[in-house]
């Protein structure tokens, strides 16, 4: 398994722009499906982005083209850079990791077995 720390969150106004950050040690982070959840307050936690071993991503339609997912392995580093906010995008986001090599059907919330603390992002109107 391994341990994941997000940073980066914070207040925006609508149409601003954040990136968050998920540092991943204990493992090589590349044998995983990575992904970043959000749950906004009185929602079920809900997926937003994965990206797979090769890179394939899979976006939420709510966040296609506006929120890019992106890993740098050198720093083992997982990003999400969220560009023109709205304010139903505030949420405590969350990095996860799924121990497979090829998120595909595998994205369901019960199948990630390592999650970060999470970090708050705040967008008003």
């Known amino acids: 398994q391994v341990m994941l720390v ?11 722009s954040l990136r968050l950050s998920c540092a991943v040690s204990g493992d090589t982070y590349s044998k995983y ?11 079920e936690r809900e997926g937003v982005v994965f990206i797979d071993s090769d890179g394939i991503t899979t976006y939420a339609d709510s966040v296609k083209g506006r929120f890019t997912i992106s890993k740098d392995n050198a720093k ?24 497979v090599q090829d998120c595909g059907d595998n994205t369901r919330e019960a199948n990630f077995g390592s999650w970060g603390q999470g970090t708050q992002v705040t967008v008003s109107s």
């Not at 997000?6 to 601003?16: D, N, P, R």
């Not at 992904?35 to 929602?43: E, L, T, V």
């Open 6 to 16: 997000e940073s980066g969150g914070g207040s925006v106004q609508a149409g601003g």
């Open 33 to 43: 499906c990575m992904a970043w959840f959000r749950q906004a307050p009185g929602k």
């Open 76 to 99: 083992s580093t997982l990003y999400l850079e969220m560009n023109s906010l709205k304010p139903e995008d505030t949420a405590m986001y969350y990095c996860a990791a799924n121990r």
